[in-house]
């Protein structure tokens, strides 16, 4: 699965944001609720491990790049620019709109072409190790292999 493309239907890119933002929402939840706890027992050092933790959660989420428009509205215009910076587009027309595009929209038709070819290449080669393994069994066998040759 190494260096493999693969496109992805709207509905599933919008669930994955949504996961995101609810794994996010959750985290800050338990932040919270442990900060509560804690500054009741006024543990000092736990209060610091819990606030690197949480500055940490901030860090990733902003990473992610999803915009706030999106996590006030989930309109997925929102997603727009984020879609276009993560997503490669899925046809094989060459526009001609714009050069990084038509080269996204090569690259694409390239690597699926490369991995056909790769898979035809896998495919005959384990039909030649089966077939040597197989003579291997047979001759191994003391058995002769059934064609005009072996004789």
């Not at 606030?51 to 915009?67: D, L, M, S």
């Amino acid at each position: 699965m190494d260096n493999e493309i693969y496109l992805i239907h709207l509905d599933d890119y919008l669930d994955h944001i949504d996961g995101k933002l609810e794994m996010y929402e959750l985290l800050l939840e338990l932040v919270r609720s442990l900060r509560h706890d804690l500054e009741a027992v006024e543990d000092a050092q736990a209060l610091r491990t819990l606030c690197a933790y949480e500055q940490k959660a901030h860090e990733v989420y902003e990473n992610w790049g999803i915009p706030d428009s999106y996590t006030e509205s989930g309109d997925p215009d929102d997603l727009a620019q984020l879609m276009e910076d993560e997503l490669l587009p899925a046809s094989d027309e060459d526009t001609g709109e714009d050069s990084e595009k038509s080269a996204a929209v090569r690259l694409l038709r390239a690597v699926g072409q490369l991995t056909e070819s790769t898979r035809s290449v896998l495919a005959v080669a384990n039909e030649i190790v089966e077939f040597e393994e197989e003579l291997d069994r047979l001759l191994s066998d003391g058995e002769k292999p059934e064609n005009a040759c072996a004789d």
